[in-house]
């Protein structure tokens, strides 16, 4: 997927409009008038500061399926782990594992970080697998801002009881709905991603991780392509 600017910046202030819409305006908290340009871009924004940050997020996916997805700031490393399979970034590796056939193997390859977010090389190899990633929905939310032809509307909502800022976006390529907490972590999202319809939902969001998030899958059998240290 296409690298993802950094330099987007945070609003100073929440925005807390309860409805805007293309062609109208809202405000933020300290009474400054908010364009949809800003709207979108301050939920692209949350998102990607939330990549740097440490937390635990487990979704819920149609058919009764969950993903977790675990954050650490300090050292920098996630973990993207569902029934079929688990991938972690951490300043050492990249790991994906896969189970077919009740067996789980998984193949180590060196890392890459950027910008000292594991998030971001860990949710491009989950993307690969047709999941859901924030990185992804930055992309979009940036090319509705960019998109004069889309249009927008804002809400607020509360998800497994956290404060939410949610988009309906209806434009030519393509409609998606998404949802960002306070926290910046995804709330929601339903919409296409690589031609396929894909969906999620918040269940449960923590501000720390288990020992146990980056390790690997119990029983796998390990492919470590890493160069040898001389």
């Known amino acids: 997927m296409p690298a993802v600017s950094t330099t987007l910046r945070v609003l100073a202030v929440p925005v807390i409009a309860l409805l ?19 709207l979108v871009n301050d939920l692209a924004a949350r998102l990607d500061e939330s990549l740097a940050q440490t937390w635990t997020a487990e979704y819920r996916l149609p058919g009764d399926r969950t993903i977790t997805i675990a954050q650490e ?14 991938i972690t970034v951490s300043e050492q590796a990249i790991t994906r594992c896969e189970t077919t056939a009740g067996r789980t193997a998984c193949t180590v ?29 930055i992309g979009l939310l940036t090319e509705a801002a960019l998109d004069p032809r889309a249009q927008v509307k804002q809400t607020d909502t509360t998800i497994t009881g956290h404060h939410a800022s ?19 972590v995804l709330g ?17 969001y923590t501000d720390s991780v288990t020992p146990t998030a980056f390790d690997l ?14």
């Open 188 to 204: 929601s999202f339903t919409g296409t991603l690589d031609g396929r319809a894909v969906e999620l939902t918040l269940d449960r």
């Open 109 to 137: 390859v060196p890392p890459v970080l950027m910008s000292g977010k594991a998030a971001v090389p860990l949710f491009t190899e989950a993307r690969k697998v047709g999941l859901v990633t924030p990185p992804a929905v």
């Open 217 to 230: 899958p119990v029983g796998a059998g390990v492919t470590d392509r890493r160069p040898t240290k001389p």
């Open 166 to 184: 949610c988009v309906e976006v209806r434009r030519d390529a393509g409609d998606f709905d998404a949802c960002v907490t306070s926290e910046g």
């Open 20 to 38: 805007t819409v293309t062609g109208c305006q809202a405000l933020d908290d300290a009474g400054r008038t908010l364009g949809r340009s800003d």
């Open 73 to 86: 700031k300090e050292p920098a490393r996630s973990a993207y782990t569902w029934t079929a399979g688990k």
